[in-house]
C-alpha cells in the first residue's frame, strides 16, 4: 500500500524558516514525480512544486526563490524548505505522488498525504 | 496559466438524483498528439485530503463507483454522480495538468438537499 507521512509543519513567525518532510513506501520512490500541494483554510487547492524522479524540479511563482522542493531517494523521502514565510503561506502542506510514471511535471497525483499544518503568524 | 473555473460554486441535490459539476479551462487541455484531455477530478470530504475519481478527463479511478462518470474535450468538461449517495457529499475540484503551473478549480460543494 503506497503511504504519504508529512511532517515539519507548526508555528513560524514572519519572515521565518520552516522544512517539510514526506516520507513516501509502498512504492518505487525514485521513479515517480512527486508534488507538494497546499490548502489555506477554508479554501481550494494551490499547487506549489514538483520535483522529477531525478531532480529536475518546477515551482509556483508564488514560492519561486523563497521555497525549495528536494528528495533523498535513499531514504524515500520528499522535501520543502520554505524561506522567508509569510502570512500568506499559512495552510495545510500535502505532499502527493505523481500518478503516471512516465510523465513528470504534468501529471495528476495519487494518493495524496494527510498533510501537515503551517502556521505564519507572530 | 490555464486558469480552471468551475460552476456551480455550490451544489444541493436530493439522495438519488443526480449531480452535476462544470469545469471550463482558459484554454484546450486536449493533446492532439494523444488526443488525451488532460483533466482530472478530485473529491475531497471533510478533515482528509483530495483523492481523485477521474482523470484523462473520463477514466474511473480503481474502486471509484460507477455512478461517477466523467465527460467533455478541449475546454468544458463535467463529473457527473448519477444517483447522489449521502458518503458523496464533499468538495470537487477539476485540475488540468496539461502544463505547468499545475492548476486547479475553486471547489464545488455538494451537500445533500
Known amino acids: 500500500e503506497v503511504q504519504l507521512l508529512e511532517s515539519g509543519g507548526g508555528l513560524v513567525q514572519p519572515g521565518g524558516s520552516l522544512r517539510l518532510s514526506c516520507a513516501a513506501s509502498g512504492f518505487t520512490f525514485s521513479s515517480y514525480a512527486m508534488t507538494w500541494v497546499r490548502q489555506a483554510p477554508g479554501k481550494g487547492l494551490e499547487w506549489v512544486s514538483a520535483i522529477s524522479g531525478s531532480g529536475s524540479t518546477y515551482s509556483a511563482d508564488s514560492v519561486k526563490g523563497r521555497f525549495t522542493i528536494s528528495r533523498d531517494n535513499s531514504k524515500n523521502t520528499l522535501y520543502l524548505q520554505m524561506h522567508s514565510l509569510r502570512a500568506e503561506d499559512t495552510a495545510v502542506y500535502y505532499c502527493a505522488k505523481g500518478a503516471a510514471l512516465t510523465m513528470i511535471f504534468e501529471n495528476w497525483f495519487d494518493p495524496w498525504g494527510q498533510g501537515t499544518l503551517v502556521t505564519v503568524s507572530s | 496559466d490555464i486558469v480552471m473555473t468551475q460552476s456551480p460554486d455550490s451544489l444541493a441535490v436530493s439522495l438519488g438524483e443526480r449531480a452535476t459539476v462544470n469545469c471550463k479551462s482558459s484554454?484546450?487541455?486536449?493533446?492532439?498528439?494523444?488526443?488525451?484531455?488532460?483533466l482530472a477530478w478530485y473529491q475531497q470530504k471533510p478533515g482528509q485530503p483530495p483523492k481523485v475519481v477521474i482523470y484523462w478527463a473520463s477514466t474511473r479511478e480503481s474502486g471509484v463507483p460507477d455512478r461517477f462518470s466523467g465527460s467533455g474535450s478541449g475546454t468544458d468538461f463535467t463529473l457527473t454522480i448519477s444517483s447522489l449517495q449521502a458518503e458523496d457529499v464533499a468538495v470537487y475540484y477539476c485540475q488540468q495538468y496539461y502544463n505547468t503551473p499545475i492548476t486547479f478549480g475553486q471547489g464545488t460543494r455538494l451537500e445533500i438537499k
Open positions: 484554454q484546450s487541455v486536449l493533446y492532439s498528439s494523444n488526443n488525451k484531455n488532460y
